[in-house]
Antibody, heavy 120, light 107 residues
């Protein structure tokens, strides 16, 4: 069974940095595009970033472009999100998701999420 | 960016009812639309993709339709476990965007 487990969330001050990790198991990680999606408390889902299967291509939401970096280590079956210059509005649950790998972009496997709180 | 607008924002219904939720895209997205279900404190789950294809393991009471800019999710006979929040998402291009969500509550 495909499984994603996020880690690395926590409390950080505004302007600080955090690196999220997502450990994948139960599927051939190196064959799938991956995404990060976040959800602020009581709010809806917001797509953050994606990376292709070999890590050579990435995309970002405008709200995080230049501050967040998505990457992956296929040898370790792990996805990362490096978050710099964090703001209060980055406070959210961050979900790691697997792309369904069709010609269009859907997310068929989700982790349970890791919580990031940006506060002084 | 493509904007996704769901209606209604919330709906109350009873077990056994038929419920329809709509999603409108700000520009045509062919059939590149997904629906997700999210229960409180849980991660979302994929229900429908390509507007009308049922994800493996999802009960057949869930169905989707539409193309272009207008889409619907229908639950044919509500079950107690269906009370949740539902989101649409376009899969056409980046940035991916979601609708604001529709909360389905017990009447």
């Amino acid at each position: 069974e495909a499984q994603l487990v996020e880690s690395g969330g926590g409390l950080v001050h505004p302007g600080g940095s955090l690196r999220l990790s997502c450990a994948a198991s139960g599927f051939t990680f190196s064959s799938f595009w991956m995404h990060w999606v976040r959800q602020a408390p009581g709010k809806g889902l917001v797509w953050v970033s994606r990376i292709n299967s070999d890590g050579s291509g990435t995309s970002y939401a405008d709200s995080v472009k230049g501050r967040f970096t998505i990457s992956r280590d296929n040898a370790k079956n792990t996805l990362y999100l490096q978050m710099n210059s964090l703001r209060a509005e980055d406070t959210a649950v961050y979900y790691c998701t697997r792309d369904k790998n069709g010609p269009h972009y859907y997310m068929d496997v989700w982790g349970k999420g890791t919580t990031v709180t940006v506060s002084s | 960016d493509i904007q996704m607008t769901q209606s209604p924002s919330s709906v109350s219904a009873s077990v056994g009812d038929r419920v329809t939720i709509t999603c409108r895209a700000s520009q045509g997205i062919s059939s590149w639309l997904a629906w997700y279900q999210q229960k409180p404190g849980k991660a979302p789950e994929l229900l429908i993709y390509d507007a009308s294809s049922l994800q493996s393991g999802v009960p057949s009471r869930f169905s989707g339709s539409g193309s272009g800019t207008d889409f619907t999710l229908t639950i044919s006979s509500l079950q107690p476990e269906d009370f949740a929040t539902y989101y649409c998402q376009h899969g056409d291009s980046f940035p991916i965007t979601f609708g604001q969500g529709t909360r389905l509550e017990i009447k």
